[in-house]
Nanobody, 123 residues
Framework: QVQLVESGGGWVQAGGSLRLSCAAS????????MAWFRQAPGKEREGVAG???????VHADPVKGRFTISLDKFNNTLYLQMSSLKPEDAAMYYC?????????????????WGQGTQVTVSS
C-alpha cells in the first residue's frame, strides 16, 4: 500500500523560505513520476513541480527560479525547496505519485496523494 506523508509547511513572511518533505512508503524507484501540487481556497489544484524516474524535472512558470523539486531515493523522500516566497504562494501543498508514465502538471493523472501541508505567507 502506498502512503505519502507531507511535512514542513508553516507560516513564513514574504521573502522567506520553507522546505517541504514527502516521505513515501517503500522505494520511490517504483514511481515513474512524483509531483507537488497546491490548492488555495476557491481555486483549482495546480501543478507546482514534478520529477520523473530518470531525473528530469519540471517547474511551473510562477515558481521557476524560486522553487526546486528534488528526490532523495535513498531516503524515499521528495522535497520542495521554496525560496523568495510570495503571499500568492500560500496554499495547501500536496505530494502526488504514480507508477504510470504521464505529465506532472495534471492532478487527475496521479493515483496516490498525501494529506497535504499548509503554507501560509504573510506580506
Amino acid at each position: 500500500q502506498v502512503q505519502l506523508v507531507e511535512s514542513g509547511g508553516g507560516w513564513v513572511q514574504a521573502g522567506g523560505s520553507l522546505r517541504l518533505s514527502c516521505a513515501a512508503s517503500g522505494t520511490t524507484d517504483r514511481f515513474y513520476r512524483m509531483a507537488w501540487f497546491r490548492q488555495a481556497p476557491g481555486k483549482e489544484r495546480e501543478g507546482v513541480a514534478g520529477i520523473f524516474r530518470y531525473g528530469g524535472t519540471v517547474h511551473a512558470d510562477p515558481v521557476k527560479g524560486r522553487f526546486t523539486i528534488s528526490l532523495d531515493k535513498f531516503n524515499n523522500t521528495l522535497y520542495l525547496q521554496m525560496s523568495s516566497l510570495k503571499p500568492e504562494d500560500a496554499a495547501m501543498y500536496y505530494c502526488a505519485a504514480d507508477f504510470r508514465a504521464g505529465v506532472v502538471n495534471n492532478p487527475t493523472t496521479f493515483a496516490y496523494w498525501g494529506q497535504g501541508t499548509q503554507v501560509t505567507v504573510s506580506s
